[in-house]
C-alpha cells in the first residue's frame, strides 16, 4: 500500500518505477528503500533465516540486524532497507548463505 495524500506531508507526486521480487514485477515510489517498496506491495517475507529456515523480513529498519538481506541484480546479501530501489532492478529472497569458498590459488 503506497500512501498518495498524507495528512501533514501532503500529496505523494514522486515518480512510480517498477522492479521485480522473484521474478514478480511490482511497482515502487522513486526514492524508495527496497524493504519500503517490497513491503508496499504486500510482501513481509524477504528470505529464510539460515539455522531454523523460519520466514524473515523487515526488523529493524535500519541496516543492523541484516533480517532483511536479498539479491539484488546478483549481489548477494544486500541490506534491502538501506538500499534504494532503481527502475528494473531484479531483488531475490536470500535463501542461504553467501558462497565465499574460494580455490586453492585464489585471494
Same mark, same amino acid.
Given at each position: =500500500?503506497? #500512501?498518495?495524500?498524507?495528512?501533514? #506531508?501532503?500529496?505523494?507526486?514522486? *515518480?512510480?518505477?517498477?522492479?521485480?521480487?522473484?521474478? *514478480?514485477?511490482?511497482?515502487? *515510489?522513486?526514492?524508495?528503500?527496497?524493504?519500503?517498496?517490497?513491503?508496499?506491495?504486500?510482501?513481509?517475507? =524477504?528470505?529464510?533465516?539460515?539455522?531454523?529456515?523460519?520466514?524473515?523480513? #523487515?526488523?529493524?529498519?535500519?541496516?543492523?540486524?541484516?533480517?532483511?538481506?536479498?539479491?539484488?541484480?546478483?549481489?548477494?546479501?544486500?541490506?534491502?532497507?538501506?538500499?534504494?530501489?532503481?527502475?528494473? =532492478?531484479?531483488?531475490?529472497?536470500? #535463501?542461504?548463505?553467501?558462497?565465499?569458498?574460494?580455490?586453492?590459488?585464489?585471494?
Amino acid at each position: =500500500m503506497h #500512501l498518495t495524500n498524507h495528512p501533514v #506531508l501532503g500529496k505523494d507526486d514522486r *515518480k512510480t518505477i517498477q522492479f521485480y521480487f522473484n521474478n *514478480k514485477l511490482l511497482n515502487a *515510489k522513486e526514492g524508495q528503500t527496497i524493504a519500503a517498496a517490497i513491503m508496499a506491495n504486500g510482501i513481509k517475507k =524477504m528470505g529464510v533465516s539460515r539455522k531454523l529456515q523460519q520466514s524473515r523480513g #523487515l526488523f529493524c529498519g535500519v541496516g543492523r540486524c541484516y533480517s532483511c538481506f536479498v539479491t539484488v541484480d546478483g549481489l548477494e546479501h544486500v541490506l534491502s532497507c538501506s538500499t534504494l530501489v532503481e527502475e528494473g =532492478m531484479e531483488v531475490y529472497s536470500n #535463501l542461504s548463505d553467501p558462497d565465499v569458498r574460494r580455490g586453492e590459488n585464489e585471494y
